[in-house]
């Protein structure tokens, strides 16, 4: 009968669960892997060999089968060593260990049997917590990062010789376990934010194919890219920040400008529209008069936007508290737009106005109605006001300097 071992792989920035099944059979001394594994994973053949014998170990004289499944995926990198040499010790009667599927193994050995660190493993150790798995077995170097993941056990050895010892019950490998405390107070006292902000000068001097290649990226919050060996699906939530000449010559509309409308609406077209309905606020910067600099008063200081910035997402985290994925109003989907954006009459009539005027789709409205919203929470109010429309359809003037270009064919 086989012994089964539980390891992990990834596809994409995806990990999923593999078997390393191993057999032996009576007949020349040789090992096989087969599961369609890459060159790094035929490669383990030689170090679970060195790294068996380093350990106190003799490596079987017989054939020995090792097979990764699922069979029909492709496979890559070292990770899959400590795996297989469980499974040779345990096919071999080496070791006797109880609930063996309980376990799941990540690790490169090296020739001496110590356990390098991997790359990628946030990912298999998620796999395995909603595969059920309750305890995973990790080199030490990645054991801080394993520990990121909750409701999985995560224990971390130095060398092979560690791991047998705690499947045997010789050793529980708490003093290098992962502490759950320890973890919530390493969270607690740290919170990052992965999402990037990406910005773009003289956006229309790209070409219209390359601009395009946003279209999805920016509505789906994700990038599908699709390979011979499949496709993945990558997230992609950013905040996308840009910047263009209002015309070819860049002095629009000012006197030094000398572009004919046709000119400007052809270089502005370089933007597709559908580009143009993703991005929420546009808005033009006029020349600023050095000489009234002086005379200007001082607006809110940073820090006291930062304070009304920081109320405005408390409102909106406790209101989508119960909506999971849900934590701002720009990720507001339609049912949430109809429940928490709600207009009274005038603000209603004057959106649908507006909207008539300059052809807006339904994209668009959506996302002046989450800035309403968003305006409203920046203010403390709980509904949507009037003054809160007129302020955002402010933030489509790009359309309406379109608007009052003439060409004549």
Do not use: W
Not at 68 to 86: C, E, N, T, Y
Not at 116 to 137: D, E, S, T, W
Not at 180 to 202: A, C, I, M, N, Y
Request: with cysteine.
């Amino acid at each position: 009968m086989a012994t089964v071992v539980r390891s992990f792989a990834i596809q994409g920035i995806d990990g999923y669960p593999v078997d390393i099944e191993v057999k032996m059979l009576e007949g020349q001394p040789v090992i096989s892997i087969i599961g369609l594994g890459d060159q790094a994973v035929k490669e383990a053949a030689e170090r679970i060999q060195a790294a068996i014998d380093e350990s106190g170990y003799v490596f079987p004289k017989k054939r020995v089968i090792i097979s990764l499944a699922p069979s029909d995926k492709k496979k890559s990198g070292s990770h899959f060593d400590l795996a297989m040499a469980i499974g040779v010790l345990c096919q071999n009667g080496d070791i006797v260990v109880k609930n063996l599927k309980e376990y799941g193994f990540i690790g490169e050995l090296s020739l001496d049997g110590r356990l390098r660190f991997c790359r990628g493993i946030l990912p298999m150790i998620i796999a395995g917590q909603k595969k059920g798995i309750k305890k995973i077995i990790v080199p030490e170097a990645n054991l801080k990062e394993a520990g990121l993941v909750h409701g999985v056990e995560i224990l971390g050895f130095h060398d092979l010789t560690g791991v047998i010892r705690c499947l045997e019950g010789k050793t529980s490998g708490g003093e290098i376990q992962v502490d759950e405390k320890e973890k919530g107070s390493e969270e607690s006292g740290t919170v990052l934010d992965f999402k990037d902000v990406k910005g773009q000068d003289e956006l229309a001097e790209f070409s219209r194919r390359t601009l395009d290649a946003f279209r999805q990226p920016i509505e789906d919050k994700k990038v599908s890219i699709s390979r011979v060996n499949g496709t993945h699906t990558f997230p992609s939530s950013f905040m996308f920040i840009t910047a263009m000449n209002p015309c070819p010559c860049g002095y629009y509309p000012g006197a030094k400008c000398k572009c004919t409308d046709y000119e400007i609406i052809k270089y502005r077209g370089k933007i597709s529209g559908p580009i143009m309905d993703r991005i929420d606020i546009q808005k033009e910067v006029h020349p600023v008069d050095f000489f009234a600099i002086a005379d200007q008063k001082s607006g809110a200081s940073s820090e006291e936007l930062r304070t009304k910035v920081e109320k405005a997402r408390k409102i909106q985290q406790e209101r989508y508290a119960q909506e999971k994925g849900i934590n701002c109003n720009a990720q507001m989907t339609t049912e949430l737009i109809q429940r928490y954006c709600v207009l009274d009459k005038d603000s209603l009539k004057l959106l649908r106005e507006t909207s008539e005027k300059y052809g807006y789709s339904a994209r668009v409205i959506h996302k002046l109605l989450r800035l309403a919203r968003t305006s409203a929470d920046l203010d403390g109010e709980e509904k949507i006001r009037q003054k809160d429309i007129e302020k955002v359809l402010t933030c489509r003037e790009l359309d309406k300097s379109n608007s009052k270009m003439v060409v004549v064919k």
